[in-house]
């Protein structure tokens, strides 16, 4: 597998950091785990941010198992999260973490968000998690509530990542792409549409980034096998490199 020409990961003369970043719905590792970690692994992110991650009996030892065979390791979130988890490789050192569960609405699903402070070499970098609501006022509200996750994580840089549930012209997307930039409209590379993988028709999964960082490239990676895409999840990930400058 190759994900094409998107930048690598380095550390520059200055001290500044290229990572990638993956962001990807695996629902719940229901599908097939072995395409899962293989088309994790071909995109040889530094940090994965997951939603759906598996929520019930054993999930630690189910998502450990993906992390191994993706050659990462577990950095937070899952069950305790409600669903989003985030997953490393060893370049990162982790600083702090935290899982944050959002207010319950009656009938709905419980959310939450994976979060983390981590360092690359002297680069400080906050991370974030999410899946939004199906429900458009929920989703609205939560939008806010992560915009302010990302603020109480006190970093000057921070990079969100998740299944927004809403395309880029829904009130939701709008509102944290005005606070946050939206990698695939910054620098577009690759595909844009996440779902479905048989059908690909619309961007409901974002990276999102604090406006110091460097987008070199977003979206779908090209040259991962349509069939390991497909048998993999429902949805399709989204890979960005990203700059952080140097403190």
């Not at 040889?44 to 991650?53: C, M």
Request: hydrophobic content about 45%; some cysteine.
């Amino acid at each position: 597998m190759d994900s094409g020409s998107l930048p690598n990961s380095l550390t520059e003369a200055d001290g500044s950091a290229v990572i990638r970043v993956l962001s990807y719905n695996i629902r719940s590792m229901r599908d097939d785990p072995v395409a899962l970690a293989r088309v994790m692994k071909a995109c040889a992110p530094d940090l994965v941010l997951v939603q759906e991650a598996p929520r019930f009996f054993r999930w630690r030892k189910k998502l450990a198992r993906l992390a191994r065979a993706a050659d990462l390791v577990i950095l937070s979130g899952g069950g305790s999260a409600a669903g989003p988890a985030l997953l490393c490789s060893l370049r990162a050192t982790v600083e702090r973490t935290e899982d944050v569960l959002l207010p319950l609405t009656p009938g709905l699903h419980r959310r939450g968000f994976a979060t983390a402070v981590v360092r690359f070499g002297g680069v400080r970098l906050g991370v974030v998690s999410c899946h939004l609501s199906l429900q458009k006022d929920e989703r609205y509200a939560q939008g806010g509530l992560l915009l302010d996750q990302v603020e109480a994580l006190g970093v000057e840089h921070a990079v969100v990542g998740g299944d927004l549930n809403e395309r880029p012209d829904g009130r939701t997307f709008r509102r944290l792409a005005a606070a946050l930039n939206d990698a695939w409209a910054v620098r577009p590379w690759g595909s844009e549409y996440t779902s479905t993988p048989a059908d690909p028709h619309q961007r409901i999964d974002a990276i999102l980034a604090t406006k110091g960082i460097e987008i070199l490239g977003c979206g779908v990676p090209p040259g991962l096998p349509a069939h390991e895409l497909r048998a993999a999840t429902d949805h399709l990930p989204v890979l960005a490199a990203l700059r952080i400058p140097a403190a």
